[in-house]
T-cell receptor
Framework: SAVISQKPSRDICQRGTSLTIQCQVD?????MFWYRQQPGQSLTLIAT?????????ESGFVIDKFPISRPNLTFSTLTVSNMSPEDSSIYLC????????????FGSGTRLTVV | GDSVTQMEGPVTLSEEAFLTINCTYT??????LFWYVQYPGEGLQLLLKATKADDKGSNKGFEATYRKETTSFHLEKGSVQVSDSAVYFC??????????FGKGTRLSVIA
């Protein structure tokens, strides 16, 4: 299965600023997924990123707030823009493990604190 | 839409106790079911999976059986260890939709 390198692992940011999170996969994958895990909560899908097309956002998430890039089949970035304390969460990227039923591999996550 | 409901935590057990974390699901199709584990300070890891009814997933002493008749996928372990302390997430995948997660159950095992 794929190995994902996600960075930064954590950051503390000032409100009003932006942070870009990177995910590098060791193999080519069609779709990459970005999740948010708010403190004490489950994972919520932010968007699905396909190479060569705009990301597909879930209800409650918009491109202006969470712009995503997918320049090639092994890399993606998620930017958290104009941050507020409510954006303090763990952000994770994920890819399918190959076969449709084999589950997903997750990056180690980015723990973001907005002050 | 598809959904996953799992028992709320936290669950606190003594070492070598028996563990059950309940998970039930609602899905329109025939989902694949997963348990993920998140150790303190780490990302999610796939613990086990089952892709069709009556399949049993197992890994590291954990087991879960896909029960279509009760739409359940309960996680069990016969003897927990301190190192099993983590948050456990039940999840499903159906058709082309991405993973749907339960809210997670925090397990604390004390020596």
């Amino acid at each position: 299965s794929a190995v994902i390198s996600q960075k930064p692992s954590r950051d503390i940011c000032q409100r009003g600023t932006s942070l870009t999170i990177q995910c590098q996969v060791d193999s080519q994958v069609t779709m990459m997924f970005w999740y948010r895990q708010q403190p004490g909560q489950s994972l919520t899908l932010i968007a699905t990123a396909n190479q060569g097309s705009e990301a597909t956002y879930e209800s409650g998430f918009v491109i202006d707030k969470f712009p995503i890039s997918r320049p090639n089949l092994t890399f993606s970035t998620l930017t958290v823009s104009n941050m507020s304390p409510e954006d303090s969460s763990i952000y994770l990227c994920s890819v399918a493990r190959g076969h449709p039923n084999y589950g997903y591999t997750f990056g180690s996550g980015t723990r973001l604190t907005v002050v | 839409g598809d959904s996953v409901t799992q028992m709320e935590g936290p669950v606190t057990l003594s070492e070598e106790a028996f563990l059950t974390i309940n998970c039930t699901y609602t899905a329109t199709g025939y989902p694949s079911l997963f348990w993920y584990v998140q150790y303190p300070g780490e990302g999610l890891q796939l613990l086990l999976k089952a892709t069709k009814a009556d399949d049993k997933g197992s890994n590291k002493g954990f087991e879960a059986t896909y029960r279509k008749e009760t739409t359940s996928f309960h996680l069990e372990k016969g003897s927990v260890q301190v190192s099993d302390s983590a948050v456990y997430f039940c999840a499903l995948e159906s058709g082309n939709t991405p993973l749907v997660f339960g809210k997670g159950t925090r397990l604390s095992v004390i020596a």
